[in-house]
């Protein structure tokens, strides 16, 4: 019985020490299935998102999705601590350290990998002393990592989201593609996209790594409830395609590295999130917003043949709009339309004060 204690107990600290350490420290995607964060995820989500589906599109409903990604992560880490301490509580009693009963023995255990040290019972081995001595060095290291893991975190979704606040006035709330094009040529400024290609390519690959590294960050969501990441990343994805099967301006090296990088992004999240591309779906791109978009590249004097414009556009779509589509499902975020035909507000527009017209103070 102590033998298999012992295992059984070693076992515990293994799995959630290599969790915690390639989920916290490791920097870089994992591939594994005996992952304590994994299976939580897997288990908590579905349930989370099947009551979100079962509510009306809403600033209620959106709340209700938004408390996902820090409760989960609070809870996950609650969960690591309790598996440890189960674990080293195993490894105590097979050591010799005498406990009067299992309570006993999670509460020696609980104040020694919290360090508390109160002292009422005492190691009689000398393996369970050395055990005692590993568990609150472990339950002090433990601590510390995941306190200075929420920084990172919070520092990774707050560089996201300051991007995804400033597309508001490039491309709408939510954003899209053709806005994007039409307010460009209405400034005329044009030329200023390719610059802000550049700036997505790189925001891009940040959410790429990032992401990748801390799982956790895909569930966080944007402020506004018409935005997110994944909308944001799509609306760059459709307006670099856009560009090229434009040709726009001749210059297409920019919109083709943005959209490598895209496709590379939504490739890796969906697998690393389990959500398969969907390709039998509903077109997203209707005939007046085609047409709509073919006039604005007209109006912005892009010279554009309507036949070649839209196969060189349904090609490029294919390489990306599966993966997006299926990212969008799985995290219940809409994913923007390619061109608004009405006239909407964006988020910088409105006010949370109803009744105040523009210009009124609200002081």
């Not at 601590?143 to 597309?167: H, K």
Request: aromatic residues 12%; proline residues 5%.
């Amino acid at each position: 019985m102590h033998l298999t204690a012992a295992l059984v107990g070693l076992v515990m600290v293994f799995v959630v020490l290599r969790d915690a350490f390639e989920t916290i420290v490791l920097p870089r995607r994992v591939a594994g299935r005996l992952r304590v964060s994994k299976i939580f995820y897997q288990v908590t989500w579905k349930p989370w998102a099947a009551i979100g589906r079962r509510m009306p599109p809403s600033e209620r409903r959106e709340s209700y999705l938004s408390t996902y990604g820090p409760i989960s992560l609070l809870i996950l880490i609650g969960l690591w601590g309790i598996i440890l301490i189960v674990g080293f509580a195993l490894l105590l009693w097979a050591a010799g350290f005498n406990f009067q009963s299992p309570i006993t023995a999670l509460y020696v255990s609980g104040w020694t990998f919290t360090t508390l040290g109160i002292g009422d019972f005492a190691p009689k081995t000398d393996l369970a002393r050395l055990i005692t001595v590993a568990e609150a060095g472990l339950g002090f290291g433990f601590l510390a990592i995941v306190i200075s893991y929420l920084p990172v975190l919070y520092q990774g979704f707050s560089r996201r989201e300051t991007r995804i606040s400033m597309l508001d006035e490039w491309a709408g709330s939510p954003p899209s593609a053709g806005d994007l094009l039409r307010r460009a040529s209405a400034a005329g400024e044009i030329e200023e996209l390719i610059p802000l290609m550049e700036t997505w390519e790189l925001w891009t690959a940040e959410l790429l790594e990032s992401h990748l590294s801390y799982q956790v960050l895909c569930y966080f969501r944007s402020q506004h409830e018409n935005q997110s990441w994944v909308a944001a990343l799509t609306a760059i994805l459709d307006f670099s395609a856009v560009w090229q099967a434009a040709k726009a301006t001749g210059h297409t090296w920019q919109a083709r590295r943005v959209y490598a990088m895209g496709r590379h992004a939504l490739g890796d999240l969906s697998q690393v999130m389990r959500a398969a591309p969907q390709f039998d779906v509903p077109d997203r791109l209707s005939e007046p917003e085609l047409a709509a978009l073919i006039q604005v590249l007209l109006e912005a004097g892009v010279a554009v043949d309507a036949v070649a414009f839209r196969d060189r556009l349904k090609k490029l779509r294919k390489g990306y709009e599966p993966y997006a589509m299926a990212l969008a499902h799985e995290l219940l975020m809409d994913l923007p339309p390619w061109m608004p035909l009405k006239t909407r507000q964006d988020n910088w527009e409105t006010t949370a004060w109803e009744g105040a017209a523009p210009g009124d103070s609200l002081h």
